[in-house]
Every structure is written in structure tokens, then in C-alpha cells.
């Protein structure tokens, strides 16, 4: 076994007064075959149920000596072991989902558009995208502490000047994408003769409508649209269109400073949220019949947020 794929299981026992409890973690962890060392990869493989097996054996009694903090402490640790791998950790994920409805409500005020229920021979012309659906949704979580400082791979030998402005670091990101939502496109004037809940109907939908790019001034092709005439309905989808996707990245320095007193150090952060000032915007305009008709007037979150902070623990 390389030297730099061993995690000296010591490390995280000698910080703890308890033999019971040491002796219970080498027997779980180790399963007897190596007394002090365990390879990255089989603690990142049996941390998460090693981690569920400590906490029951805390709660039925079985180890009486270990509760409230000192739980604290050895939960941070083992999940420090078993989490990062060359000072690098990442957690990405990915979902494609289509959801589908007939537009009924569900009590919690959420809209549903303009349903034709029920009206006669209009069973499936609601059925449609709900509000709901999210075709897309990407999210990605990365931490890397930079290799620079003492006890890293560069910087090793630096003075304490130098060690402390430029090493240990720690960066974090949050990566968040996801498609828009379906948009109802409806319109007011109802010349129909039939009154609806919403007083609404659809439009007929002559084009696709879809546009390229993100115009806030004609999000979508307007003219696709159109009220139908007087005694009918129109044929539009009940969700036709999507809305703007959503782009976000969260972005952390961290610096780390060791006092010269045991069991005291200094935490130093410096966070960005919307690190780009990327504008997510609210939906357009749905109502054929009105003057913001496929026009995007505001967005939906902050824009870039700077902020910094000092912890001392002790």
C-alpha cells in the first residue's frame, strides 16, 4: 500500500480519551486485519454505514462514555477521512424529469393555466407539462484545498510570513442549472360564450414560437399566438412554451490560521453568492391579451452578494 494512500486511523482516535471507543472504531473500521491503517478507498467505501453503525451503538447505550460533543468531533473527523481525496472533494448530480398533468388544482394556490374542464369533449385537451416539470437540473458541489502551505505539496518550506497569507486555502463551489418551467400561455379575451374558472381561454398557436437566445423585450415569437375566434376555443397546449432557465455559482474562499494555543484557531471567509451577477429572470408576460405579453420585467434573485467573516474557535 503507497504511503500516500494510507490514513493513519490514529490520527482521529488519539484526539479522544476513550478505549472503549477506540477499540470499537479499529474493530468496525479495520475488521482486524490492520491495526492502525486503513486505505482511502476502503473508508470511503464503508464510512457511511460505519458512521450509521457509531451513532446506534451511541443511542442504545452500547457506548456509554461517547455523547454530545465528543459524537461531534468524531463525526467531523471521519467524515473529514472520508470525503476528500488528494484535498479534493466533489458531489455532482443530475436529473432529467418530464412531469405531466391535467391542470387541476392542488388547494396550495399554485396556477395551472387555462383548463377547458368541464366543459364536454374537452378531457384531453388539458392534459399537458405541470407547472412542476424541470426537464433539466444539473447541481455540483466541489471543495479543494489548494496545495500551498505547510504540509502541502508546494510551499513546504515556507516561512511563517509567507504561510500565512498564501497557504492553506480552501476554495468551495455551488454550481446550479436547471431548465425553465413550463410557461400558460392564456389569453383575457374570452369571446367564447363559455365562462371559465379563470376567465381565461387559450390562444391558437399558428407558429412554434420558440426563440433563440434570452430577449427580455419578446421572449418568445408573440405573433404565434392569437385570440380564436368568437365561439371557440383555442388550440394551444395548456403549457406550449418554457420560461428562462436558471444559472448560479456560489463561490468561498477559506483561510485557516493555527494559534499558538492548543485547540484555538482562527477561520477567515471570504463568499460570493451569484459570483458572475448572472441576472435570473422571472417569467414573461402570459396573457395574449396584454400589453406585457411575452415581456420579461424583472428577475427573480440578488445580484452579486460579497461577504466576509472572521471566526475564532476555541
Not at 90 to 98: D, H, M, Q, R, S
Amino acid at each position: 500500500m503507497a504511503r500516500t494512500d494510507e490514513i493513519e486511523i490514529a490520527q482521529v482516535l488519539d484526539k479522544h480519551e476513550s478505549a472503549v471507543l477506540k477499540d470499537w472504531i479499529r474493530a468496525q473500521i479495520t475488521d482486524g486485519r490492520r491495526s492502525h491503517l486503513i486505505s482511502d478507498a476502503d473508508l470511503q467505501h464503508q464510512s457511511n454505514s460505519f458512521l450509521s453503525l457509531l451513532r446506534a451503538a451511541v443511542q442504545s447505550g452500547q457506548l456509554r462514555d461517547i455523547q454530545g460533543r465528543e459524537w461531534d468531533e468524531v463525526r467531523r473527523a471521519l467524515e473529514d477521512l472520508k470525503s476528500s481525496r488528494g484535498g479534493f472533494y466533489a458531489l455532482v448530480g443530475y436529473t432529467f424529469a418530464k412531469a405531466m398533468d391535467n391542470g387541476f388544482s392542488d388547494g396550495l394556490g399554485t396556477a395551472s393555466g387555462s383548463t377547458y374542464f368541464p366543459l364536454p369533449g374537452t378531457a384531453k385537451a388539458d392534459w399537458a407539462l405541470s407547472q412542476i416539470s424541470l426537464t433539466h437540473n444539473f447541481t455540483a458541489s466541489i471543495i479543494y484545498d489548494l496545495p500551498f502551505g505547510k504540509g502541502h505539496r508546494f510551499g513546504n518550506d515556507w516561512g511563517g510570513v509567507a504561510n500565512a497569507v498564501a497557504g492553506g486555502w480552501q476554495v468551495n463551489v455551488i454550481e446550479k442549472i436547471t431548465s425553465g418551467f413550463p410557461l400558460f400561455i392564456v389569453t383575457s379575451n374570452n369571446q367564447s360564450g363559455v365562462t371559465f374558472a379563470s376567465n381565461t381561454i387559450r390562444p391558437d398557436q399558428v407558429c412554434n414560437g420558440k426563440k433563440d437566445g434570452t430577449d427580455i423585450g419578446q421572449f418568445f415569437d408573440t405573433g404565434c399566438f392569437v385570440d380564436p375566434v368568437a365561439g371557440g376555443l383555442g388550440n394551444a397546449s395548456r403549457t406550449p412554451l418554457y420560461g428562462p432557465g436558471f444559472v448560479n455559482t456560489d463561490f468561498s474562499a477559506v483561510k485557516q490560521f493555527q494559534l499558538p494555543r492548543e485547540g484555538m484557531h482562527l477561520e477567515f471567509r471570504a463568499e460570493f453568492f451569484n459570483l458572475f451577477n448572472h441576472p435570473q429572470f422571472f417569467t414573461p408576460g402570459q396573457d395574449a391579451a396584454s400589453s406585457d405579453f411575452g415581456i420579461i420585467s424583472r428577475t427573480v434573485n440578488n445580484p452579486r452578494l460579497i461577504q466576509f467573516a472572521l471566526k475564532f474557535s476555541f
